[in-house]
């Protein structure tokens, strides 16, 4: 099927895409027929957001209950000063928009929980996971698997990252790995410890990019393989997963069979 | 003996993951353990003696993301 572009704009827009043999027009059009959720406009959120905007991503959703402050701008570079106060999922519209009026966007002011999580997860076809804490996490990678829905997972610290895709019931999951979240003060989130903030911009990018292979179903996904990266040492390591038999939401006896929320953390950890 | 952690070769005295685990100074509530690409559940990591080149992974948990 031949590329029938909308409008010359748009040729010309995303004209680096189409040069790409992975892409063409028919790539093109898949991402503007794409539906992405991004849950959490913060670090990861906030370069995801901006790099699928101006990918061309048809729908894109938002889900945060947070408004803006000011310790959010070190890394959360889709809000600006001006919008601290304001909900975070407000603030990323707009500036999805001034990048890119060509994109949908749906955004949700409130936090993903067990009641909403199968609804919401369900109007998309990809999942990006950019929250900031383990029960958060969890209940995405739980909410993926009922729903059969592509995910990309995140995550940073201090000078960590890491991102890891998993396609529900044919690669290995969050819980293969991490059965359940760690017991609450043992281990720092972003809420209590440090994090450079471009660190956010490097694993929020593989993350987008992860979602565009998706959506093209071009080259090779970071399934069954963690990807960590240390700024420190500005070094990237492969971890190889296996899909664990043992897992209790994707393995052959699961315990989990319903969607259900770990206990908020109690930010017990001192900053380091 | 030789093993390798995270990516790095390791001399260490041998015995269980577990004893690796609190020479480094590790909760076990803290880490996923890899043994050769397979990952072990808590109760085994009493119970598995490291070999010779045996390759460990020890991934904490990362929560952040905002
Ligand atoms: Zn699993």
Redo the contacts between chains.
Sequence with gaps: MPFIPDSEEQVARYSRHILLPEVGGKGQKKIGLAKVLIV?A????SPAALYLAAAGVGTIGLIDGDVVDLS?LQR?VIHQTADIGRPKVESAKARILAINPGVAVDTYYTRLTAENALDIIGRYDIVL??????PA?FLINDACFFARKALVH????RF???VFTILPGKSACYR????Q???PG??????E?G?IGALAGVIGTIQATEVLKLILDRGRLLTDR?LDYDARLTRF?E????R?P?CPLCGEHPDITQLTEHEPEVCAVKTA | MQVTINGKPEAVQGGTILEILKAKDISPQMVAVELNSKILERDELASTVVKDGDAIELLFYMGGGR
């Excluded at chain 1, 996971?129 to 383990?134: E, H, L, S, Y």
């Design positions: 959490g913060g670090g990861l959120g959010n959360q996971d950019g929250v900031d804490n383990f996490k995140g995550g940073i610290l960590d990252g890491r293969c790995v991490f059965k979240p760690p017991p043992l281990v720092a989130s972003c809420q410890a994090v963690l390591r971890i190889k997963i296996a664990n043992k």
